[in-house]
């Protein structure tokens, strides 16, 4: 049965998940609460089951398949942080804030590319270690925006007392500041070693193919918003007084602009995190449109800073 679960099933639960978590600005129940845990968590095995079909088609890990797959992995990896905080305290109004990046994510997944190549070569432990470092930090990226845009708003909930005039929980300002600067300092550095080994990467990828081009605009914003995070890391580290609401712009501004590019660069950019167009079959079957694998159009990475998934060819 979980064998024919399509990405429409997990985004109608997540989406139902997200309008109960809605309702309950205005209305105070625990069945609500506990009726958008149920769907999200019927999403979660849902989509659980679609990355595991996905990767016994392609006989590749969800994080070195397609970009399709990598988006997914990390909508994944945001249901499971809604679902634990969820359990811990069912009373907070953390779903409200991060499901809608999880309904964004598993949307934008329906329009990147989703080709495939089952051609490994030597260096799949360090491609899945890239994958790796860039799905925990981009985790990381989505959870210190959701702190920060909560910090916002309970601050101006705040100053406007209003804590008591709606249904909307959230946790004190000192400890949405904590737990942000926490997603900065882990996140960051998850990243830049995510790019590391990227740039590896791509200096042997094609040893006979073609040349990077460091002036491409995807790559010149992909750097722009890794310099962005950087000095916001570095501000952190080294600044002796810093105010949580001033953090908390700066995050969303470095975090939210890394995160809309990302999905933008990879809805829009012809072939998703693959640079350098070539055909090659892949035997697997778009869910989507029904194609052959055979028509995919597989591109070889030219940039070490884009979503890593396919880096063998």
């Known amino acids: 049965m979980l064998n024919n679960v399509t990405l429409l099933c997990f985004f109608a639960s997540y989406l139902c998940a997200l309008a109960l978590e809605t309702t309950r600005l205005w209305v105070k129940s625990g069945v609500i609460r506990w009726a958008a845990i149920g769907f999200a968590a019927a999403g979660f095995v849902a989509h659980m089951a679609y990355l595991f079909a996905r990767a016994g088609a392609t006989d590749l890990p969800p994080l070195l398949s397609s970009t399709h797959d ?21 009373s907070l109004g953390f779903g409200l804030f991060l499901l809608p990046v999880v309904v964004l994510l598993v949307a934008a997944s329906r329009f990147v590319d989703q080709a495939t190549n089952a051609r490994l070569s030597a260096e799949r432990g360090w491609g899945m270690l890239h994958a790796s470092m860039w799905v925990l930090g981009a985790a990381g990226v989505v959870a210190g925006l959701v702190l920060s845009v909560m910090y916002l708003v309970q601050h101006r909930r705040l100053r406007q007392k209003r804590l008591l005039q709606d249904g909307l929980e959230l946790p004190s300002l000192e400890r949405l500041s904590r737990l942000n600067w ?22 042997v990828e094609d040893p006979a193919g073609e040349t990077v081009r460091l002036t491409e605009p995807n ?19 080294v600044a002796r007084r810093t105010p949580g609401k001033l953090v908390a712009w700066r995050t969303v501004w470095a975090f939210g602009f ?45 940039s070490a800073f884009r979503i890593p998934p396919s880096y063998f060819a």
């Not at 070693?193 to 791509?202: D, F, K, Y």
């Not at 640079?275 to 995919?296: E, M, Y």
């Open 182 to 203: 926490w997603a900065i300092v882990i996140s960051v550095p998850l990243l830049t070693l995510g790019m590391a080994t990227g740039v590896g990467l791509s200096l």
């Open 258 to 302: 890394l995160l809309l590019t990302l999905i933008v660069l990879e809805v829009f950019s012809q072939g998703g995190v693959h640079g350098v167009t070539r055909r090659q079959g892949s035997g697997i079957r778009d869910q989507g449109s029904g194609k052959s694998g055979q028509d995919s159009v597989h591109r070889i990475p030219h």
């Open 219 to 237: 790559i010149l914003i992909s750097v722009l918003s890794w310099v962005a995070m950087m000095a916001l890391f570095v501000w952190l580290l």
């Open 70 to 90: 990598w988006l997914l992995v990390l909508a994944f990896l945001a249901v499971v942080m809604y679902l634990f905080v969820s359990v811990l305290d069912r």
